[in-house]
Structure formats: C-alpha cells, structure tokens
T-cell receptor, first 116, second 111 residues
Framework: GAVVSQHPSWVICKSGTSVKIECRSLDFQATTMFWYRQFPKQSLMLMATSNEGSKATYEQGVEKDKFLINHASLTLSTLTVTSAHPEDSSFYIC????????????FGPGTRLTVT | GQQLNQSPQSMFIQEGEDVSMNCTSSSIFNTWLWYKQDPGEGPVLLIALYKAGELTSNGRLTAQFGITRKDSFLNISASIPSDVGIYFCAGLGSTLGRLYFGRGTQLTVWP
C-alpha cells in the first residue's frame, strides 16, 4: 500500500518551454502533497505544500509563477515548470500524506528534468 | 530554516561490518524519520520515531530518538551490498507535515 507514482520519470525540454509533472497517489487519498527538488548529491529541498482544493504554499525563494502547482483531486497533484531554463534542470520528487498521518509521507520515484 | 547536521557525509565499509550515522539539530523535533534513497529513485521510509528515547528496529536497522529531541542515530548491522545508497534523516517540525532533511550519508559496501 501507499504507492505514489510520478509521470514522466524523465523529460528533456528546450529552454523557454513548459513542462508538466504529475504526481498520483495510487491506493490512498492524499489530502496533502509536497513537491521537492534535489540537485546531485544534495538533500531534498521542499518547494511547496499543496492541499487538495486550495492554493499551494510555497517555500521562501520559490517562484510561484514559475512553478505552478495544482492539487485538483485527492489523488493527483501537478507541477508545471513554466518557461524552463537550464538552471531548472533537477530531480523533482513529490510526496503524499494521508489525513491523520501527516508524519508519514510517501515519496514518488522522482522526475529527472533536463532543460537544454 | 531549521538545519539538520547529518554525519558522516560518506562511508566506505566492507560487507558484514556495522554502520552508524547520526543527525543533530539545533531545534526540537517531535518525529524523526530515516529514509534510504537509491539512485534515480525517491526516498523510501526505513524507520519512524515518535517519542524521545524511543529505540526502534526494522530488521538489521536500529534507530533511536534522542532524549533531548534534537538528535537521532541509525545503525545498520552486518551490512550487505544492497545496503548501498544514500541515507537521509528527517525531522518533522511544528508545522503539520513539514519535513526537514539532513544532507544525507552516502554508504558504499564492498563485497
């Protein structure tokens, strides 16, 4: 149980284009989803927290107009990187948490984004 | 933000040896979590600790929640090659569901 999927697992896009990453909780309802980014050999940095049906809360320094997060249902959240630049290349990981067990976050397998 | 200091940064050990890594924080956490991440994958939860002083085992893994609530350690006994990966500690802060991660310990196990 508690499986989280991400799609795509990797994507290469050209500078200036937008890319959408999906995060799904497959066998549970996730009231809260989190988006992280991870640079090589670095830790996970929280980008934003999203609750179903409401606007995401972004961490300081994360541009909300650049990283658009939508959490339209209890099983799906999307992260759209708009007007991507090479410095946006990173490993993006989502996690999902069930109501009442917020201390247990289940992570997706990540999406490798490369912007050329 | 809250800082977690995780050490060591990397370890190179021989199969069969025991491993110990730890995390310290300047802030108190209510929950400590230990994750393992394989290359190109998301972190997988290994052990969760909910009470100060708690000692919890999961197979060959043992973790403890420090009495001061500002530290935790993870031990792996009789390491095997599949233990290779990056181990992260994480603390659950006062904001519901907000995790703070350590920088990770890269473990390499030689057969």
């Amino acid at each position: 149980g508690a499986v989280v999927s991400q799609h795509p697992s990797w994507v290469i896009c050209k500078s200036g284009t937008s890319v959408k990453i999906e995060c799904r909780s497959l066998d549970f309802q996730a009231t809260t989803m989190f988006w992280y980014r991870q640079f090589p050999k670095q830790s996970l940095m929280l980008m934003a927290t999203s609750n179903e049906g409401s606007k995401a809360t972004y961490e300081q320094g994360v541009e909300k107009d650049k990283f658009l997060i939508n959490h339209a249902s209890l099983t799906l959240s999307t992260l759209t990187v708009t007007s991507a630049h090479p410095e946006d290349s990173s490993f993006y990981i989502c996690s999902a948490s069930t109501s009442g067990r917020a201390y247990e976050q289940y992570f997706g397998p990540g999406t490798r984004l490369t912007v050329t | 933000g809250q800082q977690l200091n995780q050490s060591p940064q990397s370890m190179f050990i021989q199969e069969g040896e025991d491993v110990s890594m730890n995390c310290t924080s300047s802030s108190i956490f209510n929950t400590w979590l230990w994750y393992k991440q394989d290359p190109g994958e998301g972190p997988v939860l290994l052990i969760a600790l909910y009470k100060a002083g708690e000692l919890t085992s999961n197979g060959r893994l043992t973790a403890q929640f420090g009495i001061t609530r500002k530290d935790s350690f993870l031990n792996i006994s009789a390491s095997i090659p599949s233990d290779v990966g990056i181990y992260f500690c994480a603390g659950l802060g006062s904001t519901l569901g907000r995790l703070y991660f350590g920088r990770g310990t890269q473990l390499t196990v030689w057969p």
